[in-house]
């Protein structure tokens, strides 16, 4: 009997021990280590000739342009993405609310790039951009409009980069906001066209109120991951042309054998910044987001 | 009856400019393969060409001897589904604790996983690969598999599954006198297959496409994953030859178009699930 | 069959004490109601006995062995849950032969039990159904199948009729009963319904905040209430009460043992009042007759009054109860009966 409760009580530990195993040693772990390597000028083919030198890389980073540069890059990035994408996919979502055939159709359409490769999208758009033989050009010329330089200045670069990550992403977030639209009882609309309610009041004063935890939701996922972009900036530009695309990852990314110490000393900073975003983002949520 | 026709034409104007906007996102795509049939000398053309003359195959046959697919493709299936098992084994018992077991510290360790959650790849590529490097796996796709063994995601997704699965049937199955490994595995596992679906389908998109993870962790071509081997077209096969190049990301596109294709409405509820969730 | 006893029971979730220091026997064979309004633990006491919730501390007894220490599947007991709790996966044969196949039953003879007890409940023709085809009066037979199946020395049932709608719910009553009879096993049955609680028991065990209140056949309890609770949570409307004004005790009357009437008669209590409200329910009338100080639910077979109708209401002497500050009945032969019976008399026209 005894046996038997004590084996009951070790139970839940053997079943998450594979779990907590995995995430102590790819996430706690590395977090930890990375903190170390933060600390040294890190020699790569000798690790003993590695050099403890204190706070020296952080000094470094917040003084060195290229990283502000990155930094603006990313979090101008970050801001449009976020931003553009909230607002037009909000706008297509009411549009598409509507259950139909034809709006289901059309809502599966737009996701297909979501579920694509970041590579593929990158490669096509490359292609589209092409300041020469491009298509995106050649609807410009045919309307009359000068064409665009696209990746290749470093005047239009970052928002060619913008441009892309919005179209892949739009899809997804109508999908959520769709469904989350859906999901709000036809009742309450009833009782507000009973109230003699206009449209826009509905909108502003119901709707957007009942669908803000999925709105925040979307806010705090977006953020986060536009702030580690890096596949559409490697594939489509290299950070270039003239740094005008380079961000945080790809920065962190090409230190990555030159100086690891200095490299793991960004992703700190960029640890630090997701951290800060998702707990302002959870503070937020705790006071101004309507639950039901 | 001025009403009845405004209705009409308001239905056929919203379906014209639905038929735009899907255009937006469907029309790159076309464009894609468009060009994967074009000759070079179609490429060129200005205007473009819109539909080749004659279908040109043999494009895709000099993008997949640029190098070796048949290893790339191997390797991209080999991890994607050793990705999937894993993640299933360490997922289920993990979140089945959570969800349904009471013990001391349960709370901290669940805020591991959430913690897990929130720090991405790009955070911990660098430690990760030295760790790889100090095992002596950087030649093998151990690298691009094991570290993916604990979705915390997955798990966390999970373990709302079985939350909301009432206790009285965890009761009445105890009554019945099955053993917790027969209440997970005969009762609980088969009514979260729904949500095992959606994990599952999220993580074989999320890992077939995966990009930047492979990047970091492999140096040889005999472990590059497919999206690697396809960006490479772009150096092997020279800046300009478009049609090369887009017919090797036809190769990489469409079998997940084909999949999409056939279930869509699988893949976008599970889409909508992880969202609302 | 078995009896069942709890001795010196305490049972505390987290830090809150649900119930202390319990000791309650429940008789082989009986069909026992554990009844009282939500939260009073009547749920808790069906959970620990059968094991999925077990005692903080006391000894729980089935057929005069200790159970503390065996799991819920091993204590011959089987339960109905409130939400059936089926299993959704499984067809209504893989549901009802679970606990059998968990128990080693030979193939041959569980296959034999589960067509006799699909009969019996009526479930035959659909038992390679998916409990999601199933009604939800199927469903609760289901339950009802998966529990009988494993021939129980103890019928544990938890408000089991509580989603059905009234029609089946009343069947289903009558079903209850006449399945005790056949069986003649132990039944213990948590409902907050006071109607099923009188309908379908033997024995009544009325709780409130974790305390046993009263442990009496439905009539008695009817008849007999040892305290205003019981008083006021059997029958409907509840019992009247009223201030006496001596001694801090309170007396009470059923709204069915009061006679209405134009002018005052000669009943031991009796006061005048206006009828504020009317309930014609068809086959009786419930009228709420407003006095000077206080205001009473009448029940009456005829419907002979109109709202705001000048009325006298009457009760006689061997309707009327009493009770103690404290809120015990005050019995017959209690020294002061008569004094309250007097002072009673006095209250006329108040």
Same mark, same amino acid.
């Given at each position: ?292 | 009856?001025? *009403? ?66 048949? *290893?790339?493709?191997? /390797?991209?299936?080999?991890? *994607? ?32 996983? $959430? ?8 955070? *911990? ?25 604990? /979705?915390?995601?997955?798990?966390? $997704? ?17 009554l019945d006198n099955a053993s917790e490994f027969k209440i997970m595995w005969n009762i609980m596992i088969p009514m979260a297959k729904p949500a095992l679906a959606t994990v599952a389908l999220f993580s074989f998109v999320s890992h077939w496409n995966d990009y930047f993870w492979p990047l970091i962790m492999t140096d040889s071509a005999s472990i590059r994953p497919l999206t690697l081997g396809i960006a490479m077209l772009r150096e092997t096969e020279g800046i300009s030859n478009w049609h090369i190049i887009m017919a090797g990301n036809v190769v990489l596109v469409v079998p997940i178009l084909i999949v999409y294709l056939f279930c869509s409405k699988q893949i976008v509820k599970a889409f909508v699930y992880s969202g609302i969730k | 069959m078995a009896s069942i006893a709890f001795e010196r029971v305490t049972k505390t ?72 709790? #089926? ?19 030979? &193939? ?8 006799? #007890? ?63 009879? &056949? ?34 056949a439905p009539d008695v309890m009817y008849r007999k209430p040892s305290n205003l609770f019981a008083a006021q949570f059997i029958g409907v409307p509840p019992m009247n009460v009223g201030e006496l004004g001596v001694e801090g005790v309170r007396f009470g009357f059923r709204p069915e043992s009061a006679v209405l009437a134009d002018e005052a008669g000669d009943e031991h209590f009796s006061i005048s009042g206006r009828i504020a409200t009317r309930e014609m329910l068809g086959s009786e009338t419930l009228y709420q007759v ?8 009448? &029940? ?27 809120? &015990? ?22």
């Open positions: 009997m005894d046996k038997q409760s004590r084996w009951a009580q070790l139970r839940p530990y053997m079943m998450i021990a594979p779990a907590m195993a995995g995430i102590l040693a790819f996430v706690i772990y590395p977090i930890l280590y990375l903190i170390y390597l933060s600390f040294f000028k890190y020699n790569l083919m000798n690790k003993d000739k590695s050099k403890f030198i204190g706070l020296d890389n952080f000094t470094q980073i917040f003084t060195r342009a290229d990283f502000y540069k990155a930094l603006s890059n990313t979090m101008i990035y970050t801001a449009s993405v976020v931003l553009l994408t909230m607002f037009i996919s909000l706008l297509i979502a009411v549009w598409l609310n509507k259950k139909s055939k034809i709006n289901v159709i059309v809502q599966a359409g737009i996701f297909t790039p979501h579920i694509i490769s970041i590579v593929s999208i990158s490669l096509v758009w490359l292609w589209l951009m092409e300041p020469n033989l491009g298509f995106l050009n050649y609807v410009l010329k045919t309307l009359g409009l000068p064409p665009s330089q696209w990746l290749q200045s470093s005047k239009t670069a970052l928002l060619s980069v913008i441009i892309v990550s919005v179209w892949q992403g739009i899809g997804y977030y109508v999908l959520i906001i769709v469904a989350a639209l859906q999901s709000i009882s036809p009742s309450i609309y009833e009782a507000a066209a009973l109230d003699n309610a206009s449209k826009w009041k509905v909108f502003y004063k119901i709707t957007l109120p009942i669908i803000s935890p999925q709105l925040f939701f979307i806010l705090v996922i977006m953020t986060i991951g536009s702030f580690k972009v890096f596949d559409t900036v490697q594939v489509m530009t290299g950070g270039g042309p003239n740094n005008a695309t380079n961000t945080i990852v790809y920065y962190i990314y090409g230190f990555r054998t030159t100086n690891i110490g200095y490299s793991a000393a960004t992703g700190v900073v960029l640890m630090a910044i997701i951290g800060l975003l998702t707990f302002v983002y959870f503070r937020l949520l705790s006071k101004k987001v309507h639950y039901q | 009856m001025k *009403t009845f026709e405004f209705k009409y034409v308001r239905f056929a104007v919203g379906l014209v400019l639905k038929a735009a906007m899907l255009m937006v996102f469907i029309f790159p795509f076309l464009w894609m393969i468009s060009t994967s049939l074009q000759t070079f000398r179609e490429t060129l053309s200005f205007p473009p060409t819109w539909i080749p003359a004659v279908p040109q195959w043999r494009n895709f046959i000099e993008a997949m001897s640029a190098g070796p697919f048949l *290893t790339y493709a191997k /390797n991209s299936v080999i991890v *994607t589904t050793s990705i999937i098992v894993i993640q299933m084994l360490v997922m289920i018992p993990a979140a089945y604790a959570f969800a349904k077991y009471k013990f001391i510290g349960k709370n901290v360790l669940f805020g591991m996983i $959430l913690l897990a959650f929130m720090i991405p790849g790009q955070v *911990t590529f660098i430690p990760v690969y030295m760790m790889m490097a100090d095992w002596g796996l950087i030649k093998t796709l151990m690298p691009q598999i094991i570290p993916f063994m604990s /979705n915390a995601f997955g798990i966390f $997704l999970l373990r709302q599954y079985f939350m909301q699965i009432p206790e009285e049937i965890v009761e009445a199955a105890r | 979730f987290e830090k809150n004490v649900v119930i202390k220091d319990l000791d309650l026997k429940i008789e082989d064979g009986k069909f026992t109601v554990l009844v009282g309004p939500s939260g009073c633990g009547k749920t808790t006491l069906l959970r620990m006995i059968a094991g999925i919730d077990p005692q903080t501390s006391g000894k729980v007894l089935i057929g005069g062995r200790d159970v503390t220490r065996i799991a819920p599947g091993q204590r011959g007991v089987a339960m109905v849950f409130q939400n059936y709790a #089926i299993y959704p996966t499984m067809s209504v044969r893989d549901n009802i032969e679970f606990g059998l196949k968990n128990n080693k039953v030979g &193939k041959a003879e569980r296959n034999q039990l589960v067509e006799t #007890i699909s009969s019996t409940v009526g479930l035959y023709d659909y038992l390679d159904r998916k409990p999601s085809t199933l009604s939800g009066g199927q469903r609760q037979r289901v339950a009802l199948a998966r529990a009988m199946v494993k021939k129980p020395a103890v019928f544990l049932m938890d408000e089991p009729l509580s989603n059905l709608d009234a029609k089946l719910r009343a069947q289903m009553r009558i079903e209850l009963i006449e399945l005790h009879k &056949k069986l003649g096993t132990t039944f213990v049955y948590v409902t907050h319904d006071q109607v099923e609680a009188m309908s379908m028991a033997d024995t009544i065990v009325l709780m409130n905040q974790g305390v046993i209140q009263q442990e009496a407003r006095g000077a100080n206080h205001a009473f639910m009448i &029940k009456c077979t005829e419907d002979l009054f109109t709202v705001d109708q000048e009325v006298h209401v009457g009760v006689a002497a061997k309707q009327m109860y009493f009770f103690g500050a404290d809120g &015990k009945r005050i019995d017959e032969d209690h020294h002061r009966y008569r004094d309250y019976m007097e002072a009673l008399r006095g209250k006329r026209n108040g």
